[in-house]
């Protein structure tokens, strides 16, 4: 057996003396680095469910990708794209698609007896994909949208509902000016979602698209675009040089150019902002790092000084400086070990006891969700535990060489 490692092993496991100052030490030296794994763990699961968490919800509202027409990018005028079978086929077939999906947008104003609100009415049809919605409805049952027929049903945000006091089953006007003409719709109000995302609950309503294509005018086998998923978002410059090469500046069956743009590229201040969040990652991993490294330095020192004789001992029988730091690295080791063991048993409980309880609450008005998102990423957590357990020993790497200045004759009477 390793000459360190047997050493390290009888010292760490010798309850003995409990009076020793080295006891005491080694606890603190052990619950540093477990309060700092375990803050370690928690924040990154923190920033990782929080910004999973948003972009899930942006990506929601506008797909990865969308396809337009070039016109339509540059101007706040509907222009129509011919977005015929043919054309889906050509996305559904770009690598990395997973779904691909035609939307319709046209702007119009709800009124009530007593209220209106202006609105961004997204017509949809039974190629979208409602999962989204689903998972954020609060109220009512989704229609079958359709682009061939309409119902004449239309899905609100809370935001909306409490602004015009309506709820499921209620019926509403809605006004659309297109080409200086006034036209009127009634709807009956299927469900309202929530999704505590301001910018898009306060104006984003959805119904049939073939309602929003008859608002426009347009012909049956035009909309306002293609929604596009990728099968993996961490991929999508990929899939978006693809659709560059096969769409952009294409022209469709009408002569209108096509464009495509990433959901990076339609709000790019939600993920600029998402991707400051990283910086204050950084920063506390630097600062837990530190505190559990400067805990194992003062801890190790102390060890060191209390076991004075025995380094003597070690020496005067012919054990060399190296050999001896070897020592009490493996105690460090040790220490570090266990410290760990608690810090990640301690920051994966927290972890999944909010996930599962929703217990810490946040204001949605200033974080867009109701409790504190975490996401509990396995190979980030194990990337974490070695991290630390290096770091840790480096640094104790330089205070380890205080056993070679302690000398056997002097040791043997050191009190």
Not at 61 to 83: D, I, K, N, R, W
Not at 240 to 253: F, G, M, S, Y
Not at 300 to 312: D, Y
Request: net charge positive; hydrophobic share 45%.
């Amino acid at each position: 057996m390793n000459f360190p490692f047997f050493i390290a092993k009888k010292i760490y496991g010798n309850d003995g003396d409990h009076r020793k100052v080295s006891r005491p030490a080694i606890r603190i030296a052990t619950i540093g680095v477990a309060i700092g794994l375990a803050v370690m763990i928690i924040t990154v699961s923190v920033v990782l469910g929080f910004k999973h968490t948003i972009r899930d919800k942006v990506v929601g509202f506008g797909s990865h990708v969308q396809v337009e027409s070039f016109l339509a990018s540059q101007s706040t005028t509907p222009y129509p794209v011919c977005m015929d079978d043919s054309m889906l086929q050509v996305l559904r077939k770009i690598p990395g698609v997973s779904h691909v999906g035609r939307f319709t947008m046209i702007q119009g104003i709800l009124k009530t007896d007593t209220d209106f609100l202006g609105v961004s009415l997204k017509g949809v049809g039974e190629d979208y994909n409602t999962q989204f919605l689903l998972s954020n409805l609060k109220e009512g049952k989704l229609p079958n949208f359709s682009s061939k027929q309409s119902s004449n049903q239309i899905v609100i945000s809370q935001m909306m509902a409490n602004k015009l006091n309506l709820k499921t089953g209620d019926k509403v006007f809605a006004y659309f000016i297109n080409y200086n003409n006034v036209r009127a719709r009634r709807f009956t109000v299927a469900a309202i979602y929530e999704t505590n995302m301001a910018q898009f609950d306060e104006a984003l309503c959805f119904t049939d698209m073939s309602i929003a294509i008859k608002l426009n005018n347009w012909e049956g086998y035009q909309c306002s675009g293609a929604e596009i998923m990728v099968k993996d978002f961490n991929q999508l410059k990929i899939t978006e040089d693809a659709l560059i090469e096969h769409v952009n500046r294409h022209t469709d069956h009408n002569g209108e150019i096509l464009t495509s743009h990433t959901i990076q590229d339609m709000y790019p201040q939600v993920f600029s902002w998402l991707s400051l969040l990283d910086i204050n990652v950084w920063i506390i991993l630097a600062l837990m790092i530190c505190v559990a490294g400067f805990t194992m330095i003062s801890g190790l020192l102390i060890i060191i000084l209390e076991r004075t004789q025995m380094i003597g001992l070690l020496k005067a029988l012919g054990a060399r400086n190296r050999s001896v730091r070897h020592i009490f690295l493996w105690f460090a080791v040790f220490i570090i070990g266990q410290g760990m063991l608690w810090g990640n048993i301690i920051g994966i409980s927290v972890v999944l006891l909010q996930k599962y309880t929703g217990i810490i609450k946040l204001d949605p008005a200033n974080y867009y969700v109701n409790t504190a998102p975490m996401e509990l990423n396995i190979s980030l957590i194990i990337l974490l535990n070695i991290s630390a357990l290096i770091v840790t020993v480096l640094v104790l790497i330089a205070p380890s060489y205080l056993v070679s200045r302690i000398q056997p004759a002097k040791s043997m009477r050191y009190e």
